[in-house]
C-alpha cells in the first residue's frame, strides 16, 4: 500500500506520519496523538526532504514519498531540529536516499553526530541558499525554540515557513489544515503545546518571532513539524496567539490543585474555590490524582496565582504534589502568586515543603499557609473561603 500525501503550497507536499496511538510525550498527557510532519519541497532540479520522522515512523514517511517520487531521487535532507520525535528516523532515511545531502545548523550538525554515532552532515546557517531549480531554501538558526539546534527553513517562491516545533500542536487527524480541523481546536492545541514545552523559552520564541517578522519574508502558509498546518486567517490567529502567549498575558484566573488523603484537603480546595467564585475571579481546581498535568498547566499559562494543597503523610507532602512541583521546576511559570493549603494530623511539614519548592521556582507566595487539624469544621471551612478570598483580592490588583 502507498499511503498519501497532501499538497501543502506551490512545490510542497506533506508527506509526514500520523502517531495515532501516542498519550504521553515525556509527561505531557497528548490524549490527541500527534504528527511527525515531514515535507517534500521540488524544484525544477532538485527535491528536497525538510525534516524526517520517529524512527519507528519511517516506512510511512517513505510511502507517503513514493506516492509522489522515487524516494532515491531526493537530492537534499534538512534536519530543522535533533529531538529524537524528527531525528530518529534520519540513518533510515538516509538508507532510502542514498544520494541525498543532508544539512543542519551549525549546532545541528553536532547534535547529529552524537544521536547517530559520528554521523557527519553538512552546516547551514543564515547565509546560505540552496537552489532546487526555481524553487529555493533559507535556514534561520532558532537557538532554544525548541532546543540549541533548532533552526526554520523558508521556501520563498511558495512563501511557505517550515518552522517545526515552533507553532506546532500535539494533535493525530485526518485534515492537515487548521482551518479543517476547527480552528478554536488548533488554537487550543497550540496553547497547550505553548504551556507545556515552550513556557520556559517564551523570551526565545518571541525574539524567533522579531527575528522573523525582520527577514521581511512574506508568509503564506506556516507549517509546523506537529499537528495542522496554518495558512490563512488560521495563520493570522495564531501568530496572535503566539504573541499573547510569548507577552505572558495574564487573566483574573486562579489555579487550585491538590491531592488529598481521606478527604480534608479536597473540602478546603473546594472553599478556597467557592470563595475566589463568589469574589468574581475565574478559578479551575484539580485533583492530581486524576488530573492531567498537561491541563493543569495550560490553566496556569495564563492564570496570575497557583493554589497547591497537600495533606501531611510522615511530614511531608504527598508524592503527586511533588511530582507536579518538579514538573513546574522546568517549565518555571513566571510572574505568578502562590500559596499553600493542607489537612494535618499531627505534624504540618507538608505547607512548609511546597511553600520552599514554590518559592525556589520562582512563585510569589503574599501570604502564609493554611492548614487545619484533621477533619475542617464549619469554622474551618469559613476560614478557607476567606482565605481564598485574599487570593481573588490580590489578582485583581495584579
Ligand atoms: Fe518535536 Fe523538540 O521536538
Known sequence: ?????????????????????LRDFHGYATPRGTTYNAYLVRGNGKTALVDTVKLPFVDELLSRITSIMDPAKVDLIVVNHVEPDHNSGLREVMRAMPNARVVASATGVKGVAEYHDGLAVDAVGADDVIDLGGRTLRFLPMPMVHWPDSMFTYVAESKTLLPNDAFGQHMASSQRFADEVGLDLALAELTIYYANILMPLGTQVAKAVEKLVATGWELDVVAPSHGVIWRGDALAAAVETYGRLTAGETREKIVIAFSTMWGSTKILADAIADG???????????????????????QLLDARALLLGSPTLHHGMLYRVAGYLQYLS????????????GSFGWSSGACKQMTAQLEAIGFELPFEPFTQKYKPTAEDVQAAREWGQQFARAVRER
Open 330 to 341: 522546568g517549565l518555571k511559570p513566571k510572574g505568578k502568586l502562590a500559596g499553600t493549603f
Open 276 to 298: 475566589i467564585a463568589e469574589d468574581g475571579v475565574e478559578v479551575a481546581v484539580y485533583d492530581l490524582a486524576d488530573s492531567s498535568i498537561a491541563a493543569i498547566t495550560r
Open 1 to 21: 500500500m502507498t499511503m498519501h500525501s497532501v499538497p501543502v503550497s506551490p512545490g510542497i507536499d506533506w508527506v509526514g506520519a500520523i502517531d495515532w496511538s
